[in-house]
């Protein structure tokens, strides 16, 4: 996949080797990329209405935030509040009392789901990317054939296992499977990161008569450090985003509960106290967010790295 | 490095944990998935075995059939458009034109946001009587009633599609984009010199040249929308009526909701039938695709 890394800034920028190239100077476009006026208006309109798709429940979700509830369930529908209030980010902490635990629980599981997943994978990548041995490529085609089977399908054998090794009810029943279905892409995408680093390193550290534990912890982990960054990003973000299967049925403890479990319980109630649970959501999301705006270069990395050639 | 009998035991070594893991919580679930279709498991502790009961169950009883169809037409057309617009928004955010970085920025926001959370909103937009499409609709004049999305079956259909495309749109979308930069600029150059046009640049060139990125992201996406669950469930729960039962839900209602574990494995084992065969002609294709380009 090297080739395709260089070629795209972002993935170039996180491995030290490459040099990354200076940007061109806006005044020497060259002529391919020169546009007409009425394409540069086409492409405006076009990326206006593709992010207006990508980002309309966000925007609807903060103004809703913004309405208070009288207005939320009125006629004629107006898109733009007409008396903006955050009242709704107030008086969500007195309906939602646990909804900082929520958000803490949230950061927590995709926090330990991560470190387990990152503390499998090293070694399980490591041996993929350098050792040639009976039934190794059957194995990497295991892994990856787990990609395959959602968490939903297994849901009942799981929910009996989670039962008999009295997981049930703790972070654990959300952390356990939650790492498990992230484990093989995780493999799969740092094996690629491992594969670059040249082999000729791990000679040399066998040659000078390092054991092959210590060369792995201190020849290879030091040079890999941006892949695993990589993946822990992805690890972490999968974790994050797709919280809801495992601990709407293996958790009823509102104490563990995750942040869009937590909201759920919103639904439950007779009438949705839709401004505050957008408000809610948005505190919520919040931290994570800010991360990820700065660590997006990491996530377009991961993702192109993970699938596009090998 | 020498491959000597102590390198595969260090391998395997390394191995271990991740194949433990995988064992346990995946690979044990599955075959305990395969024996309890064949039992009447329910919440009592004791079951027996029952053979093929489920499946004959399942196949003859009940409307297995048209929720197997159901979720094709759901899955495919879901998957078609995440294709399009994916290709579209690639096409878009590779264009060279300022404010380029921070557009491709504004396109992650559905992936990185925990599912649940997204739908939540949109479950809000598809409200009839207050909701942000009726509304806008009802305010330009489309609509003259408010239409509440998710009561009727039609629609409900059409809203967790639009749904499911919303999610799935970023990642696709940002892998389009990293495909699209890795052809080779001088194609493109040299089509330019020659006087090709951009549209015919891209009929000619990225397109041909984007086939395995389209294949394997179709098949990636073929099978996280075919266990599409989270959407769903918190829209529709499956209705009105079972319009929006899908498999998955399908299997989800009969073993969880009504706690026949038995038959519910029966369902999941359909499904898993169904992505191994997703699998089968993928690769089948990529093969048949790599000797095309072999001649």
Known sequence: ?310 | MTSTRSATLFALALLAPALIYILTIVAYPLVDTFILSFTNAALRPDYDWVGWANYQRIFTAGNFTEVIIRTFIWTLLSVGMKMIIGMCGAVLLNAAIPGQALFRILTMPPWVVPMAIGIYMWSWMYNGQFGMISGLLQNFGFISRPVAWLAYGDTAFWATIVTDVWIGVPMVTIYFLAAMQSIPRDLHEAAWTDGAGRFYRFRRITLPLMVPAVLTMSLLSLISTFNSFDIIWILTQGGPSGSTTTMIIDTYKTAIGSRKYGEGAARAVVICIFVLTFCFVYFRAVRKLSQGEAK
């Open chain 1, 1 to 310: 996949m090297s080739d395709v890394a260089r070629t795209t800034e972002v993935a170039a920028a996180d491995s030290p080797a490459i040099v990354k190239p200076k940007r061109r100077v806006r005044a020497s476009k060259p002529m391919i990329d020169r546009y007409r006026w009425f394409e540069i208006l086409g492409l405006y309109a076009g990326l206006l209405v593709f992010l207006f798709f990508v980002l309309s429940p966000f925007i609807e979700g903060f103004m809703v935030s913004l309405k208070p509830l009288a207005q939320l369930f009125s006629t004629p529908y107006s898109f733009i509040p007409k008396r903006a209030s955050f009242d709704a980010y107030f008086q969500m902490w007195q309906s939602v009392p646990m909804l900082g635990l929520y958000i803490f629980n949230s950061f927590f599981i995709s926090t330990v789901v991560t470190l387990i997943v990152i503390a499998v994978v090293v070694p399980a990548a490591y041996a993929f990317a350098r050792f040639q041995f009976a039934g190794a490529g059957l194995m990497l085609g295991a892994f990856l054939a787990v990609n395959m089977f959602s968490g939903a399908v297994l849901l009942i054998p799981l929910f009996r296992l989670m039962r008999s090794m009295g997981l049930l009810n703790t972070y654990w029943a959300m952390i356990v499977p939650g790492a498990a279905f992230l484990i093989p892409s995780s493999i799969w995408l740092l094996r690629t990161y491992l594969i670059r680093i040249p082999k000729e390193l791990d000679e040399a550290a066998w040659v000078d008569g390092a054991s092959r534990l210590y060369t792995l912890r201190r020849v290879i982990l030091p040079l890999a450090m941006p892949g695993i960054v990589v993946v822990a990003i992805m690890t972490f973000i999968g974790a994050y985003a797709q919280q809801f299967i495992f601990a709407l049925t293996f958790n009823s403890k509102s104490e563990f509960m995750p942040l869009p479990i937590g909201l759920f319980a919103f639904f439950g109630k007779q009438e949705v106290v839709w401004n505050e649970l957008m408000a809610a959501s948005f505190v919520g999301v919040l931290p994570v967010m800010i991360v990820i705006v700065f660590l997006q270069r990491y996530l377009v990395a991961g993702l192109t790295a993970g699938a596009v050639k090998q």
